[in-house]
């Protein structure tokens, strides 16, 4: 492994408000807030807009490092390399009360960096970013809780970590939210992500050639893809696909290569089989060496039969064993069930 590189383990948040200020005067809640404003707290992070796309549900932007999903009463900012991602907490809520929106539930999570001490303060310890989410939150979000999910019988290094808080008990929103990590990319796959020598086409028509040729199309046929492709390698991109997202985001380089797919789904859409399926034809694009899946149950009950099927699917379609299985719970965010795989020859 490199002794340094490019961060690819992102820090997400989601910041989840009351509906019942979405009114006639105001139907699209969070979506009336300015590109300007946006802007100005993607600048505190430390990152920009390269892309963007909107439906009637949804506006979804690729960053220069991930992704920013702003629904009716739901943000999701997802941040990459040695950004200051927990700096947009306050900006954003304030942003969201100029449109007379109130804060209902927040959620913190992230994986174990592959280069911890190239992280700034906070992010070098998962206690001290706790602490500054706890400061910028109204102490109307009154159950919280914090929870490192290690692996004990895996790779303990590759732990997931949560911090939630919500102003009421129950989950507000039955989406089940699924975030995969994963490092040690096929070099042969990797190598889709490269521009190549003498590619004279832009960042987008770039990503787009990298979308066809990685098989990433093919994930989520009907999702329409915003993608990008950056110099002189690595990939972001949006699905979208009604009200729901899809994102993936690649960083190739041999050494500390590692890609994310995350999505949200309903359990009901079409069988339960969906979840299952559509991870193994996003891990399939990569075929990596370690896998993680952190499946958040929000307003839906967890469902122990998905989770076995998952199993089931990735070790029959592609040789990969479950480690390591893990569950907690978390007042008014529902249930996170934390997966790690690596290929059965390991």
Not at 199 to 212: I, L, Q, V, Y
């Amino acid at each position: 492994m490199a002794v340094s590189g490019f961060e690819g383990f992102e820090k997400r948040l989601e910041l989840r408000f009351f509906n019942d200020s979405i009114t006639n005067t105001n139907p699209i809640g969070l979506r009336l807030i300015d590109f300007e404003s946006l802007d100005q707290v993607l600048n505190e992070v430390q990152c920009t807009v390269v892309s963007a796309v909107a439906n009637h549900s949804f506006d979804a932007y690729v960053l220069s490092e991930s992704s920013l999903f702003v629904y009716p009463t739901k943000i999701i900012i997802k941040t990459c390399g040695t950004t200051q991602l927990l700096k947009s907490i306050r900006p954003l809520i304030h942003l969201a009360r100029n449109v007379n929106l109130t804060l209902r539930a927040c959620r913190y999570s992230r994986g174990s960096f592959i280069f911890p001490n190239s992280q700034p303060f906070p992010y070098t310890s998962f206690e001290d970013e706790v602490v500054i989410v706890e400061e910028s939150l109204p102490n109307s979000l009154r159950y919280r809780k914090a929870s490192v999910m290690t692996p004990s019988n895996s790779n303990p290094s590759r732990a997931w970590h949560v911090f939630t808080a919500s102003a009421d008990v129950e989950p507000d929103e039955s989406l089940v939210v699924v975030e995969v990590c994963m490092t040690e990319l096929d070099r042969v796959n990797a190598r889709s992500f490269f521009r190549r020598k003498g590619d004279e086409g832009n960042s987008d028509s770039a990503g787009k050639e990298m979308t066809r040729l990685s098989g990433i199309d093919m994930i989520n046929a009907n999702a329409f893809i915003c993608d990008f492709a950056f110099d002189p390698c690595g990939y972001s991109m949006n699905g979208v696909d009604g009200d729901r997202y899809s994102t993936i985001h690649v960083t190739p380089e041999d050494g500390f290569s590692y890609a994310s797919f995350e999505c949200g789904l309903s359990l009901y859409d079409g069988g339960h089989g969906d979840i299952a399926e559509v991870l193994a034809r996003a891990i399939d694009v990569f075929r990596p060496g370690c896998v993680s899946i952190a499946t958040t149950y929000n307003g839906e009950d967890y469902d122990h039969e998905v989770t076995k099927r998952v199993e089931r699917v990735l070790a029959k379609k592609l040789g990969l064993k479950c480690r390591s299985r893990l569950m907690d719970e978390f007042p008014g965010s529902g249930t996170v069930v934390y997966q790690s795989f690596t290929p059965r020859r390991k």
